[in-house]
């Protein structure tokens, strides 16, 4: 089992579109049972281990949280990576990492994605704003690579691995990645990145470009 524990937009498809051609049951997001961050919210609740229904069908998953509706709002890879790893020992974990203001930034251009963790999941974050989604991120990848560093050596089977400095060569030690030498490029948004509030050291401020709008039924 291979489990993603990063945030959206941080290679979650580039990673999804490899290990579908590398032969594994990967599911993105949502499958056929649902929204994957939905049925793990209702496994917790329930008392079952959060992969039922899903472990015995699938062998990769790259994006679990769901975030679209009050009903459709959960984030397992960063309110239950612990039990995740718990209930699975022997799977590998892979912390997609990616640039913060980057992250935001593509938030801001899917569907003002941003807009709907601060209303869906306000919880996550220390403030519901631009610097709180910031500060969220980091907070999320120290919280993850302390507790995996903290298991007892060949205990766990984990990657930090940061899309745009690590080399693919960092995944080998825990599987067969065939012709692939570099991870894919998917989902690519042309617009630049869009910082705010001085964030960027170098003050840019650039126009927001057209926002994409998405109905959810």
């Known amino acids: 089992m291979i489990i993603l524990i990063g945030f ?9 579109t490899m290990f579908e051609k590398l ?3 990967s599911i993105h997001w949502k499958c056929s049972e649902g929204y994957i961050g939905r ?10 281990p959060l992969l039922t229904g899903l472990s015995d069908k699938y062998n990769c998953i790259t994006e679990m949280n769901v975030c679209i509706s009050k009903k459709y709002c959960y984030w397992p890879q960063i309110v239950d990576y612990k039990q995740l790893y718990q209930e699975n020992p022997d799977a590998l974990f892979i912390l997609n990492k990616r640039d913060p ?6 938030f801001q ?11 869906y999941n306000s919880e996550l974050l220390d403030e519901c704003s631009e610097s709180g989604f910031i500060r969220l991120i980091p907070k999320h990848y120290s919280d993850v690579e302390e507790f995996f560093g903290s298991l007892e050596e060949g205990k766990c089977k984990f990657v930090s691995y940061d899309i745009e400095k690590d080399s693919i060569e960092k995944l080998k030690p825990y599987m ?3 012709d692939f030498t570099v ?10 990145v869009v910082y705010h509030n001085n964030m960027n050291p170098n003050n840019i401020r650039r126009p927001l470009p057209a926002r ?3 109905n959810f039924l």
Request: proline residues 4%.
């Open 8 to 16: 959206p937009k941080s290679g979650t498809t580039s990673f999804q």
């Open 23 to 25: 032969g594994y049951n």
């Open 39 to 48: 049925i793990i919210k209702r496994n917790k609740e329930n008392g079952r």
């Open 101 to 106: 203001m980057k992250i935001h930034s593509s």
């Open 109 to 119: 251009r899917w569907g003002n994605y941003d807009k709907r963790l601060y209303k």
């Open 176 to 178: 067969d990645l065939g």
């Open 183 to 192: 991870l894919p490029h998917e989902n690519v948004n042309k617009n630049r």
């Open 212 to 214: 994409m709008q998405l």
